[in-house]
């Protein structure tokens, strides 16, 4: 993601960073809402409850489901394990969201959709932050160039 911080971005380049990290919570919310209403192995996030729910805790400590948000829905694009004693993040381009879980057997469906729609709803608020800034930034050097 293009980072905001910096003074070389126009309005309309921040703007449009707006409107990115917006369409990106709006497409986690979403994914919030799937796997509130349905049962979790009919949902996007199917892939990375089997991975939290099965893996050997033994070998395995955490599983990460990566987000790609295309033309407004959210796509898990892959999961991965990270192995006990190691942080080896893998690098998925264009990810925009990731959502990371300990491995846990025997986690029941629902309390994989609280702690998972926990933890969307903290990318949620981060992307609405972002857009915020970004919007901020772009009203305040429009109005430094008048």
Not at 28 to 46: A, G
Not at 51 to 73: K, L, Q, R
Not at 116 to 128: A, F, M, Q
Request: proline share 3%; with cysteine; net charge negative.
């Amino acid at each position: 993601m293009t980072d905001i911080a910096g003074d070389d971005l126009d309005p309309d380049e921040l703007r449009a960073i707006a409107e990115e990290s917006e369409e990106i919570a709006v497409a986690l919310e979403d994914l919030v809402v799937e796997l509130r209403d349905e049962p979790v192995r009919e949902t996007r996030l199917e892939g990375l409850f089997d991975e939290a729910t099965t893996s050997n805790p033994g070998i395995w400590n955490i599983v990460t489901a990566f987000i790609d948000v295309e033309d407004g829905e959210a796509i898990v694009t892959d999961e991965s394990k990270l192995a006990q004693g190691k942080w080896a993040p893998e690098i998925v381009e264009d990810c925009d969201a990731m959502v990371t879980i300990d491995v846990q057997r025997g986690l029941m469906p629902d309390d994989f959709a609280y702690l998972v729609g926990t933890k969307l709803e903290d990318e949620i608020d981060e992307h609405r932050e972002r857009a915020a800034k970004a919007r901020q930034k772009a009203h305040e050097r429009e109005e430094g160039d008048e």
